[in-house]
T-cell receptor, first 110, second 112 residues
Protein backbone atom coordinates (compact mmCIF):
# COMPACT_ATOMS: atom_id res chain seq x y z
CA UNK A 1 0.00 0.00 0.00
CA UNK A 2 1.29 3.46 -0.91
CA UNK A 3 2.16 5.64 2.09
CA UNK A 4 3.20 9.27 2.47
CA UNK A 5 4.49 10.91 5.66
CA UNK A 6 5.15 14.64 5.89
CA UNK A 7 7.23 16.37 8.54
CA UNK A 8 7.11 18.52 10.48
CA UNK A 9 3.37 18.86 11.02
CA UNK A 10 3.77 22.60 11.56
CA UNK A 11 6.56 25.10 10.99
CA UNK A 12 6.81 28.67 12.18
CA UNK A 13 9.40 30.84 10.40
CA UNK A 14 10.57 34.41 10.59
CA UNK A 15 10.49 36.27 7.30
CA UNK A 16 13.75 35.50 5.48
CA UNK A 17 14.47 32.36 7.53
CA UNK A 18 14.98 29.52 5.03
CA UNK A 19 13.85 25.97 5.84
CA UNK A 20 12.88 22.61 4.34
CA UNK A 21 9.81 20.40 4.46
CA UNK A 22 10.12 16.64 4.18
CA UNK A 23 7.93 14.10 2.38
CA UNK A 24 8.84 10.44 2.90
CA UNK A 25 7.08 7.88 0.76
CA UNK A 26 6.73 4.21 -0.03
CA UNK A 27 5.13 3.39 -3.33
CA UNK A 28 5.06 0.56 -5.80
CA UNK A 29 6.33 1.96 -9.07
CA UNK A 30 6.48 5.74 -8.69
CA UNK A 31 4.78 7.52 -11.60
CA UNK A 32 5.09 10.96 -10.04
CA UNK A 33 5.42 12.95 -6.82
CA UNK A 34 3.32 16.08 -6.52
CA UNK A 35 3.52 19.17 -4.33
CA UNK A 36 0.51 21.38 -3.71
CA UNK A 37 -0.08 24.54 -1.71
CA UNK A 38 -3.39 24.94 0.14
CA UNK A 39 -4.68 28.14 1.73
CA UNK A 40 -7.32 27.90 4.49
CA UNK A 41 -10.78 27.11 3.13
CA UNK A 42 -9.54 26.71 -0.46
CA UNK A 43 -8.66 23.90 -2.83
CA UNK A 44 -5.04 22.78 -3.28
CA UNK A 45 -3.01 24.70 -5.85
CA UNK A 46 -0.58 22.68 -7.96
CA UNK A 47 3.11 23.55 -7.54
CA UNK A 48 5.39 20.82 -8.92
CA UNK A 49 5.59 17.31 -10.32
CA UNK A 50 8.77 15.26 -9.92
CA UNK A 51 9.19 12.02 -11.83
CA UNK A 52 12.60 10.53 -11.03
CA UNK A 53 15.31 10.60 -8.37
CA UNK A 54 17.68 13.52 -8.79
CA UNK A 55 15.10 15.76 -10.39
CA UNK A 56 14.72 19.34 -9.11
CA UNK A 57 12.17 22.05 -9.90
CA UNK A 58 11.99 25.69 -8.81
CA UNK A 59 9.32 28.34 -8.64
CA UNK A 60 10.08 31.70 -7.05
CA UNK A 61 11.22 30.95 -3.48
CA UNK A 62 10.31 27.25 -3.65
CA UNK A 63 12.53 24.40 -4.77
CA UNK A 64 11.48 20.74 -4.80
CA UNK A 65 13.90 17.82 -4.91
CA UNK A 66 13.40 14.06 -5.14
CA UNK A 67 15.30 10.97 -4.00
CA UNK A 68 14.22 7.33 -4.11
CA UNK A 69 12.62 7.55 -0.67
CA UNK A 70 11.78 11.20 -0.02
CA UNK A 71 11.21 14.65 -1.40
CA UNK A 72 12.10 18.01 0.07
CA UNK A 73 10.45 21.35 -0.46
CA UNK A 74 12.95 24.09 0.28
CA UNK A 75 11.62 27.56 1.06
CA UNK A 76 14.30 30.22 0.57
CA UNK A 77 13.93 33.60 2.28
CA UNK A 78 10.19 33.11 2.86
CA UNK A 79 7.70 35.96 2.95
CA UNK A 80 4.40 36.10 4.89
CA UNK A 81 2.52 35.28 1.68
CA UNK A 82 4.23 31.87 1.67
CA UNK A 83 2.14 30.95 4.71
CA UNK A 84 -0.01 27.94 3.75
CA UNK A 85 -0.31 24.20 4.16
CA UNK A 86 1.95 22.31 1.76
CA UNK A 87 0.71 18.89 0.61
CA UNK A 88 2.74 16.06 -0.88
CA UNK A 89 1.20 13.22 -2.90
CA UNK A 90 2.49 10.21 -4.83
CA UNK A 91 1.05 8.37 -7.77
CA UNK A 92 2.01 4.71 -8.04
CA UNK A 93 1.14 1.98 -10.44
CA UNK A 94 -2.60 2.50 -10.07
CA UNK A 95 -3.20 5.16 -12.73
CA UNK A 96 -4.70 8.36 -11.51
CA UNK A 97 -4.82 7.45 -7.83
CA UNK A 98 -2.93 9.88 -5.59
CA UNK A 99 -1.91 9.06 -2.02
CA UNK A 100 -1.65 12.26 0.04
CA UNK A 101 0.31 13.08 3.15
CA UNK A 102 -1.32 15.03 6.00
CA UNK A 103 0.52 18.22 5.06
CA UNK A 104 2.87 20.71 6.71
CA UNK A 105 1.35 23.96 7.94
CA UNK A 106 3.81 26.82 7.42
CA UNK A 107 3.42 30.20 9.11
CA UNK A 108 5.81 33.01 8.15
CA UNK A 109 5.82 36.02 10.46
CA UNK A 110 7.12 39.50 9.52
CA UNK B 1 -11.37 30.92 -18.38
CA UNK B 2 -10.74 27.22 -17.82
CA UNK B 3 -11.18 25.64 -14.44
CA UNK B 4 -13.16 23.58 -11.98
CA UNK B 5 -16.20 24.92 -10.16
CA UNK B 6 -17.86 23.47 -7.09
CA UNK B 7 -21.15 24.47 -5.58
CA UNK B 8 -22.32 25.34 -3.09
CA UNK B 9 -19.37 26.71 -1.12
CA UNK B 10 -21.13 25.93 2.17
CA UNK B 11 -23.82 23.29 2.73
CA UNK B 12 -25.76 22.40 5.84
CA UNK B 13 -27.53 19.08 6.19
CA UNK B 14 -29.93 17.73 8.72
CA UNK B 15 -29.39 14.19 9.89
CA UNK B 16 -31.17 11.69 7.64
CA UNK B 17 -31.04 13.89 4.55
CA UNK B 18 -29.27 13.19 1.27
CA UNK B 19 -27.41 16.11 -0.27
CA UNK B 20 -25.71 16.52 -3.65
CA UNK B 21 -22.49 18.44 -4.25
CA UNK B 22 -21.85 19.80 -7.72
CA UNK B 23 -18.57 19.66 -9.65
CA UNK B 24 -18.13 21.03 -13.17
CA UNK B 25 -14.98 21.38 -15.27
CA UNK B 26 -14.31 23.01 -18.63
CA UNK B 27 -10.75 21.72 -19.01
CA UNK B 28 -11.83 18.89 -21.32
CA UNK B 29 -10.34 16.40 -18.84
CA UNK B 30 -11.41 12.77 -19.01
CA UNK B 31 -10.78 11.85 -15.36
CA UNK B 32 -12.55 13.36 -12.35
CA UNK B 33 -12.19 12.69 -8.62
CA UNK B 34 -13.86 13.35 -5.28
CA UNK B 35 -11.83 13.67 -2.08
CA UNK B 36 -12.72 14.27 1.52
CA UNK B 37 -10.47 16.35 3.80
CA UNK B 38 -10.66 16.26 7.60
CA UNK B 39 -8.52 18.36 9.97
CA UNK B 40 -5.04 16.89 10.44
CA UNK B 41 -5.56 14.22 7.80
CA UNK B 42 -4.54 13.90 4.20
CA UNK B 43 -7.05 13.95 1.36
CA UNK B 44 -8.90 10.66 1.08
CA UNK B 45 -10.34 9.41 -2.22
CA UNK B 46 -14.09 8.78 -2.29
CA UNK B 47 -14.83 8.00 -5.95
CA UNK B 48 -13.19 8.57 -9.30
CA UNK B 49 -14.18 8.37 -12.94
CA UNK B 50 -11.82 7.86 -15.84
CA UNK B 51 -14.45 8.21 -18.55
CA UNK B 52 -18.10 9.10 -19.04
CA UNK B 53 -20.60 6.51 -17.73
CA UNK B 54 -17.92 4.74 -15.70
CA UNK B 55 -16.68 5.26 -12.13
CA UNK B 56 -14.86 3.33 -9.40
CA UNK B 57 -14.91 3.34 -5.63
CA UNK B 58 -12.01 4.93 -3.82
CA UNK B 59 -10.83 4.23 -0.28
CA UNK B 60 -13.89 5.59 1.57
CA UNK B 61 -16.89 5.15 -0.76
CA UNK B 62 -19.39 3.89 1.84
CA UNK B 63 -22.29 6.32 2.27
CA UNK B 64 -21.56 8.17 -0.98
CA UNK B 65 -22.76 7.84 -4.58
CA UNK B 66 -21.77 9.47 -7.87
CA UNK B 67 -22.78 9.67 -11.51
CA UNK B 68 -20.89 10.62 -14.67
CA UNK B 69 -23.39 11.29 -17.43
CA UNK B 70 -21.42 14.13 -19.01
CA UNK B 71 -17.69 14.68 -19.41
CA UNK B 72 -17.91 18.05 -17.70
CA UNK B 73 -19.87 17.01 -14.62
CA UNK B 74 -19.29 14.63 -11.69
CA UNK B 75 -21.83 15.20 -8.88
CA UNK B 76 -21.40 13.58 -5.47
CA UNK B 77 -24.35 12.58 -3.29
CA UNK B 78 -23.78 12.23 0.43
CA UNK B 79 -26.42 9.84 1.65
CA UNK B 80 -27.93 9.37 5.09
CA UNK B 81 -25.84 6.19 5.36
CA UNK B 82 -22.69 8.29 5.75
CA UNK B 83 -22.29 8.41 9.54
CA UNK B 84 -19.87 11.32 9.81
CA UNK B 85 -20.30 13.54 6.75
CA UNK B 86 -19.06 16.83 8.20
CA UNK B 87 -15.91 17.60 6.19
CA UNK B 88 -14.39 19.66 3.38
CA UNK B 89 -15.09 18.03 -0.02
CA UNK B 90 -12.77 18.58 -2.96
CA UNK B 91 -13.31 17.75 -6.61
CA UNK B 92 -10.38 17.32 -9.00
CA UNK B 93 -9.85 16.57 -12.66
CA UNK B 94 -6.93 15.23 -14.62
CA UNK B 95 -5.93 15.11 -18.23
CA UNK B 96 -3.14 13.16 -19.85
CA UNK B 97 -0.23 13.12 -20.41
CA UNK B 98 0.85 15.23 -17.43
CA UNK B 99 -1.16 13.14 -14.94
CA UNK B 100 -1.52 16.25 -12.79
CA UNK B 101 -4.74 16.60 -10.81
CA UNK B 102 -6.20 20.11 -10.56
CA UNK B 103 -8.60 20.94 -7.77
CA UNK B 104 -11.77 22.95 -7.39
CA UNK B 105 -12.36 25.43 -4.54
CA UNK B 106 -14.17 22.91 -2.33
CA UNK B 107 -17.51 22.55 -0.54
CA UNK B 108 -17.72 22.58 3.25
CA UNK B 109 -20.51 20.31 4.46
CA UNK B 110 -21.80 20.58 8.00
CA UNK B 111 -24.35 18.26 9.58
CA UNK B 112 -26.67 20.02 11.99
Amino acid sequence: EDQVTQSPEALRLQEGESSSLNCSYTVSGLRGLFWYRQDPGKGPEFLFTLYSAGEEKEKERLKATLTKKESFLHITAPKPEDSATYLCAVQGERWGKLQFGAGTQVVVTP
Amino acid sequence: DGGITQSPKYLFRKEGQNVTLSCEQNLNHDAMYWYRQDPGQGLRLIYYSQIVNDFQKGDIAEGYSVSREKKESFPLTVTSAQKNPTAFYLCASMGTPTDTQYFGPGTRLTVL
